[in-house]
C-alpha cells in the first residue's frame, strides 16, 4: 500500500468511526478490520489515494452517523463519490427500514454507472466477504445457516448481479480474483445447500 497522511486519516477515520462495530459471525472482529483488508486488496490493483482512502471509508455514509457531506469535506469529492456508489440505502422515504433484496437491487444499479474506482473497491469488499466466509464455515455448515440464515439461493443470484455488472464494466485484474473467489463462494453454498437438505 502507498502509505501517505491521506490514508493514515482515512485510517484513523475508519477506526473511529466504526470503533463499537464488529463483523457478523462467532468471533467478533472489528469491522475496521474489514476495511483494511479491503484497503490491502485493492492496493494490489492500484495505487491511486482516493481510491485506497475510499476503500477504508466504504462502509462510512451506509453504517455510520458520517454524512456524505462530511465526507467529502475531510477527503474530497473523488472518495464521497466512490464511496455513495457503494452505499446500500438502509431506511425508506417514510422511515422504515429498506428490505434485503430491495437494497441489493439498488446497489447493482448504482454500480452501473458508478466510477471505475468504485468497481475496483466493490470487487475487493466482495472478494473479502465472500473468502472469509468460505475459510472461516468451510467444516461448519450449520453455523454458518444459523449465523447468516436467509436464503442461500438468493445469496447467489445477489452476488451473481454484481458479478455481471464488474465483467461488463471493469478491465482491472482484479477480475480475476474474483471470479476465482466467486466459484469458490458458489461451489460452498452449494455444499451449504446439501446440508441443509439433510437437517
Same mark, same amino acid.
Given at each position: ?27 467478533? #472482529? ?43 469535506? &475531510? ?7 466512490? $464511496? ?26 448504482? /454500480?452501473?454507472?458508478?466510477? /471505475? ?16 466466509? $468460505?475459510?472461516?464455515?468451510?467444516? &461448519? ?23 455481471? $455488472? /464488474? ?7 482484479? /477480475? ?5 473467489? #466467486? ?7 452449494? &455444499? ?5 437438505? &439433510?437437517?
Amino acid at each position: 500500500m502507498a502509505y501517505s497522511l491521506k490514508i493514515e486519516q482515512a485510517i484513523r477515520a475508519a477506526a473511529v468511526l466504526h470503533k463499537d462495530q464488529v463483523r457478523k459471525g462467532d468471533m467478533p #472482529f472489528p469491522v475496521v478490520s474489514h476495511l483494511v483488508s479491503v484497503a490491502m486488496i485493492v492496493s494490489d490493483y492500484t495505487n491511486d489515494e482516493d481510491t485506497i482512502c475510499a476503500a477504508l471509508l466504504h462502509d462510512t455514509i451506509e453504517d455510520t452517523d458520517y454524512t456524505a457531506e462530511e465526507l467529502q469535506e &475531510d477527503f474530497g469529492g473523488p472518495v464521497r463519490d466512490i $464511496v455513495e456508489a457503494l452505499s446500500e440505502p438502509q431506511t425508506e422515504d417514510d422511515g422504515g427500514k429498506t428490505i434485503w433484496k430491495k437494497k441489493k437491487n439498488i446497489y447493482v444499479e448504482q /454500480l452501473k454507472t458508478a466510477p /471505475l474506482e468504485a468497481l475496483i473497491v466493490c470487487a475487493a469488499d466482495k472478494i473479502h466477504n465472500m473468502r472469509t466466509m $468460505v475459510e472461516d464455515y468451510y467444516d &461448519d455448515h450449520s453455523k454458518f445457516i444459523a449465523n447468516f440464515g436467509g436464503k442461500l439461493e438468493e445469496r447467489i443470484i445477489a452476488y451473481q448481479e454484481i458479478a455481471n $455488472v /464488474l465483467n461488463k464494466r471493469l478491465k482491472s485484474e482484479i /477480475l480475476a480474483e474474483f471470479n476465482n473467489v #466467486f466459484t469458490e463462494y458458489k461451489n460452498f453454498i452449494a &455444499d451449504v445447500k446439501k446440508t441443509k437438505e &439433510d437437517y
